[in-house]
């Protein structure tokens, strides 16, 4: 549906982004996902039209749209802030780009009206100033702007950054449900990795410009192919070669003591897992406990790695600080990371798969 | 909020004190003067009477300057809103070759305006004018007299008033959210449906207000129709003055003032009632900075440039010439002819070592730097007590300060004419018509509003915990006022003093109605130079003294905004003048409007 070929975007001296390839599937929700600056916004303007890449190619639908302007791409967009036109009511909104098109008036009435009801715009809200409406709808009235036309595809840019963490999460799920309502294959833009993973049908990490990974939430997240993907997604403890070498002692699994390694905080456990298992245990000193009333957090110090863990609050033993405490975990949860390549080890094939 | 009631308000003694004073000046300068004016009007014998309406409608000559009044008011309306959209849009919204310096040449106004224009103009393309000699030798058939009347009065204030078009309308334009015009591409808007039908809607309200500021700035005209009007053009203010210079038809003065002052309190009504219709701006919380946009007809696109070049040209060559020709010798200013030879600095020399040439601006100096520090040290305190009690009592003290907002200075140098033109209890029995203090009060009088408006919003920016903080560890009012709150609101303080000074500097349509005999400040005897009175000397003086209040007047422009955008955001210390309430150039507008401007409400 989407190819992004070889795309290369500079400002003046500045490379935003020094060499792209995407290739988002029909009906697919696609997202970008990094931390500020990392070129996702970049990459989607680029694919908007917004901005012109200096090498490479895009294609919506099997055509070349390299060339053309934003409104000859089919593309619907819904801005950050939506960018509602603040001097026109919401019709007027929503019917702003049929009139552009010079559709006649009982044609765009019947279109917006239609699209309106499809996301829930009521008529009595139709008539409203936007800023009379509440974020949510506010929302509802982007998408509604963007689908009229439409386009093709529809590219979301942090749509949800400026909202309360309530109503983000509300209308997480409503953004989620008109994108599977629709069918329309959606490119999003966030730097929350809780909205990424939720929400995707494939994500793509970016940092600095680079593409570390494309994947479906769970294999981004288990199978994270670079170190810094490991990091950004997720909470995780760094582990020592000490510890590792412990591990390696007690289990024989053969886990390289030269590479970065890492373990997720909910693959540790102070207590062995019911039917045993390959867990093992590795003895250590509680360091820390912060209580958060679903769960408590742990950090456990052993063989010189800070091992940060979850423990449920349903009654069980809390050990206080100070006491020892053994950690449970699998060998092959273990992530590991060489830092010239800054691929995981054995994993480096799966860095940017392309479908 | 602790003692912000009014019973609270008495049982401080600076309160009191601040509070006796401010009653004091405002009964005596700002209530009873206008009041009078009215009495004059309406009850010249102490009981009612039409008779000066009866003597204005039967005066053709009132009848006509009333009409005249009105027609430039709404010409005025059009044409400054057509060049000042325009120039705000070649500077900020379309991408355009040498858009810098196009943007210096419109600013140019900010530097010189008011008579110092209306002067410059007419020295260039008036009867005896530079650019006048010069084409009447290349078309003899021409009228001499052909920049005159109220065409030549609409061109010069037309150009002299874009000013609030480059202050309010760009400041506008910046605060729109570029999102919402990349959305408009997005669905297929061309750059000219997005300029209809996506910015210029974003700017009605800002648009709105600088209509009103044009209309009264034309209503009030004073200088332009005196300098460049002629015969067949006088306008109100100029009225007012001539039948305020005989007894016999004061009421009548009284009365057109009276009806200048209605206008401007109706026009300024509509003003707040539309802005109170509706905001335009973000609703969103985060927006994207504007970006330039190109030109996409190849067509539209020379038309454009030609235009914003030619108007470039228009702007300039004034300033230019003034600048050029304060060089010159005599000869040279009579004939327009202008050779490398004939530049000199004498004209200089003889204006700063002459007795004659140098009193005037020292006259114009000492006045308004009196005036700017008497206004911006009184206010500290008020606007310090304004700013910390809200209630009912500190709202009426507002509303009174904001009088000379309100009503045309011609009304308010009546009003202190008649009341103070025999011995007044209010002023300890003395007579001040006639005296150097009452165009010092005059001057003070005129400042108020703008200077509370900015000192008000200078302390509300100052954090309320440091005074909080202060006041804990056991620190008086005074004590907090003087080692807290003085220190941070002082640059600011510094700031509006300067820009008071500018504004005063060239002042006109206050002294030629309150100014001594003697001493007369700089506005007048620029206004007689342009008479012929002087001669070509005089001419000569004038364009120095032009080119001397250029140089001041740029200077503190720089000093005021230049350094504080250099400073990086970084900076911790307060902008000397609040960003939000930027007020406009010191001379900004031909009418002497221009204490209006910087209260205008607009956002």
Redesign the interface.
């Given at each position: 549906m989407i190819r992004l070929d070889n795309i290369e975007v500079s400002f003046g001296d500045f490379t935003a982004i020094p060499h792209l390839d995407l290739h988002v599937q029909p009906g697919e929700f696609f997202t970008l996902l990094g931390p500020s600056g990392c070129g996702k916004t970049t990459a989607l303007r680029t694919l908007a039209g917004f901005i012109q890449p200096s090498a490479g190619t895009v294609h919506v639908d099997g055509k070349d749209v390299t060339r053309l302007p934003s409104d000859k791409r089919q593309v619907g967009m819904v801005f950050q802030n939506y960018a509602l036109f603040p001097s026109m009511s919401v019709w007027e909104n929503i019917a702003f780009g049929l009139r552009v098109r010079k559709e006649k008036p009982a044609d765009s009435d019947r279109l917006v009206r239609d699209i309106a009801r499809r996301v829930e715009l009521s008529d009595d809200q139709l008539s409203k100033n936007v800023a009379e409406l509440s974020g949510g709808q506010q929302q509802r009235v982007a998408v509604a702007r963007a689908l009229v036309l439409r386009p093709k595809i529809l590219l979301l840019d942090e749509p949800l950054s400026n909202l309360d963490a309530k109503l983000r999460h509300q209308l997480r799920q409503q953004l989620k449900d008109l994108q599977s309502q629709f069918g329309i294959t959606t490119v999003y833009v966030t730097h929350d990795q809780d909205e990424a993973l939720a929400m995707s049908d494939r994500v793509a990490v970016f940092n600095k410009g680079v593409v570390e990974q494309v994947g479906t939430p769970q294999e981004i997240y288990d199978h994270s192919a670079t170190e810094f993907v490991c990091n950004f997604i997720g909470d995780s403890s760094a582990l020592t070669p000490e510890f590792v070498a412990e591990l390696n002692r007690l289990s024989g699994a053969g886990l390289s003591t030269d590479a970065s390694s890492y373990l997720r905080v909910e693959k540790a456990s102070l207590t062995p897992a019911a039917d045993g298992g390959t867990a093992v245990g590795l003895p250590g000193t509680v360091v820390s406990r912060t209580y958060h009333g679903l769960h408590s957090r742990y950090l456990v110090r052993s063989h010189g790695a800070d091992i940060r863990l979850l423990v449920r609050e349903d009654g069980g033993p809390q050990p206080e600080p100070g006491s020892p405490a053994t950690v449970y975990l699998q060998p092959e949860h273990i992530l590991q990371y060489h830092h010239a390549a800054r691929n995981a080890v054995e994993r480096e094939d799966q860095a940017v798969p392309l479908p | 909020m602790s003692g912000s009631t009014a019973r609270s308000m008495v049982r401080s003694p600076f309160v009191l004190i601040v509070g006796a004073c401010l009653t004091w000046f405002i009964t005596a300068f700002l209530v009873w003067p206008n009041v009078n004016v009215l009495m004059a009007t309406f009850f010249p014998d102490g009981s009612f009477s039409g008779r000066a309406a009866e003597k204005l409608f039967s005066s053709q000559r009132a009848m006509k300057a009333l009409g005249n009044s009105f027609l430039l008011a709404v010409a005025l309306s059009i044409t400054v809103n057509l060049v000042g959209i325009f120039v705000v849009l070649v500077t900020h919204y379309f991408r355009i070759r040498g858009s810098r310096i196009l943007f210096l040449g419109y600013a140019s106004t900010f530097i010189y305006g008011g008579i110092v224009l209306a002067a410059g103009y007419k020295f260039i393309y008036g009867d005896k004018g530079i650019v006048t000699s010069l084409l009447v030798k290349v078309f003899p058939a021409l009228d001499p007299g052909w920049f005159s009347g109220f065409f030549a009065v609409l061109v010069v204030m037309t150009f002299a008033t874009t000013t609030n078009h480059m202050l309010f309308v760009a400041n506008a334009l910046k605060g729109v959210?570029y999102?919402?015009i990349?959305?408009?591409?997005?669905?297929?808007?061309?750059t000219w449906?997005i300029l209809r039908?996506?910015v210029l809607?974003?700017l009605?309200p800002t648009l709105f207000a600088v209509t009103i500021l044009s209309f009264l700035t034309g209503l009030g005209a004073l200088s332009a129709p005196q300098v460049l009007g002629g015969r067949d053009f006088q306008t109100i203010t100029p009225m007012i003055l001539t039948f305020t210079n005989s007894p016999t038809s004061r009421d009548l003065a009284a009365l057109l003032a009276v009806i200048l002052g209605v206008a401007t309190i109706l026009m300024l009504a509509v003003m707040s009632r539309l802005e109170k219709g509706?905001t335009?701006?973000?609703?969103?919380?985060?927006?994207?900075a504007l970006e330039k946009q190109d030109i996409t007809s190849p067509v539209a696109n020379v038309v454009v440039h030609a235009v914003a070049y030619l108007l470039f040209a228009v702007y300039t060559l004034p300033v230019v010439l003034i600048v050029l020709y304060s060089f010159a010798d005599g000869a040279a200013i009579q004939t327009g002819q202008l050779s490398l030879g004939s530049l000199t600095v004498d004209n200089y020399v003889r204006v700063l070592t002459q007795q004659s040439g140098l009193r005037p601006f020292v006259v114009s100096v000492v006045y308004s730097a009196l005036a700017a520090l008497i206004a911006v040290g009184g206010l500290l305190f008020v606007a310090r007590l304004l700013q910390k009690y809200r209630n009912w009592v500190a709202t009426v003290f507002e509303y009174l300060l904001h009088i000379p907002w309100i009503l045309p200075s011609a009304l308010l140098a009546l009003g202190l004419i008649i009341s103070y033109d025999h011995p007044n209890p209010l002023v300890g029995g003395a007579v001040l018509t006639g005296t150097t203090v009452i165009l010092l009060i005059a001057f003070v009088t005129v400042k108020i509003p703008f200077t509370l408006r900015m000192l008000k919003a200078s302390f509300a920016s100052v954090n309320s915990s440091l005074e909080e903080a202060a006041s804990i560890m056991g620190a008086k009012t005074l004590y907090v006022f003087r080692r807290i709150l003085l220190p941070l609101v002082l640059p600011a303080a510094a700031a509006i003093a300067a820009l008071n000074f500018n504004s005063l500097l060239d002042d006109y349509d206050t002294a030629i109605f309150l100014a001594h005999p003697l001493v007369q400040p700089l506005g007048l005897v620029i206004k007689a130079n342009t008479d012929g009175a002087e001669g070509v000397e005089g001419v000569a003086n004038t364009f120095v003294y032009t080119v001397l209040l250029m140089v001041i007047t740029g200077v503190t422009m720089y000093l005021v905004y230049g350094r504080s955008r250099q400073k990086g955001p970084g900076s911790k210390r307060l902008p000397a003048v609040p960003p939000a309430a930027v007020p406009p150039p010191a001379v900004s507008s031909v009418s002497g409007e221009d204490s209006k401007l910087p209260a205008a409400p607009v956002r």
């Open positions: - | 959210d999102q919402t990349e959305a408009a591409r997005n669905l297929g808007a061309s449906t039908r996506i809607p974003m009605k509706g335009y701006f973000s609703v969103s919380k985060v927006s994207s």
